[in-house]
């Protein structure tokens, strides 16, 4: 089955990039249909939907952060990857990248999650 694990520092300076690599095993992230999300929890706050990745290497971002996110990919390590450009404090929270199809749209929207890591935004 679909295994993900997330990668990346845990400790981003303000006004740097967050960049972070969810490594997939168990499945291709060019299989038809498959979609690749970024999900991100900071402390005492719900889910937040980030963008995702799809199969044909399509990208769709939540409007709050369109102007900060980009998601890319690297088919030859099977690996997809989050930057997040120019970040606050606010944006400290633990990050997590998820499987999900695009035949079936649900919230959460798989039952496949990495197991997060927490990113830290400080000087």
């Known amino acids: 089955q679909v295994q993900l694990q997330e990668s990346g520092p845990d400790l981003v300076k303000p006004s740097q990039t967050l960049s972070l690599t969810c490594t997939v095993s168990?499945?291709?992230?060019?299989?038809?249909?498959?979609?690749w999300n970024w999900i991100r929890q900071a402390p005492g706050k719900g889910l937040e939907w980030m963008g995702v990745?799809?199969?044909?290497?399509?990208?769709y971002y939540s409007p709050s952060l369109k102007s900060r996110i980009s998601i890319s990919r690297d088919t030859s390590k099977n690996q997809f990857s989050l930057q997040l450009s120019s970040v606050i404090p606010e944006d400290t929270a633990v990050y997590y990248c998820?499987?999900?199809?695009?035949?079936?749209?649900?919230?959460?929207?798989?039952?496949?999650w990495g197991q997060g890591t927490q990113v830290t935004v400080s000087s």
């Open positions: 998820a499987h999900s199809s695009l035949r079936f749209i649900r919230w959460p929207p798989s039952d496949y």
């Open positions: 168990g499945g291709s992230i060019t299989t038809s249909y498959y979609a």
């Open positions: 990745i799809a199969y044909d290497g399509s990208t």
